[in-house]
């Protein structure tokens, strides 16, 4: 019953309240060129820092270079020009299969008894 509630809460094609909170989110992003994959941030969460490792250059360099985009852009108070925030793609994922590998991964890992990979220490 739980999950069934939480699956309909959360899927846009079946709850109207997600999908208007997708479109928000997509407009948002749009504005300054990003894709939802670029908000995962590789210093708090260390799967994100091994997935981004393990993804080519060329794919983590035009994430660099989005984000530089969209905060330059914040810090000069403007948008993308409306031509190119038409041609935006925010829910192309890039991150994601990659992540979904590391946590199976690290799931395994865990299940077998063995040491972690990565670990994080605070100094």
């Known amino acids: ?3 069934s509630l939480s699956r309909w809460l959360v899927d846009p094609n079946r709850n109207p309240l997600a999908a208007i909170h997708k479109k928000t989110i997509s407009t ?3 504005k300054y060129g990003l894709r939802y994959d670029d908000l995962y941030d590789p210093m708090y969460d260390l799967d994100v820092k091994e997935a981004m490792n393990r993804l080519p250059r060329e794919i983590v360099d035009a994430r660099n270079q989005r984000l ?3 905060m330059d852009l914040s810090m000069k108070h ?13 829910f192309r994922s ?17 299940a077998l008894g063995a040491l972690p990979l990565y670990q994080r220490t605070i100094p």
């Open 68 to 70: 530089k985009r969209a």
């Open 78 to 90: 403007e948008y993308l020009p409306e031509e190119l925030q038409a041609v935006q793609t925010p």
């Open 28 to 30: 948002r992003l749009r």
């Open 1 to 3: 019953m739980a999950s």
């Open 94 to 110: 890039y991150l994601q299969d990659m992540l979904a590998l590391i946590k199976r991964e690290r799931a395994e890992r865990e």
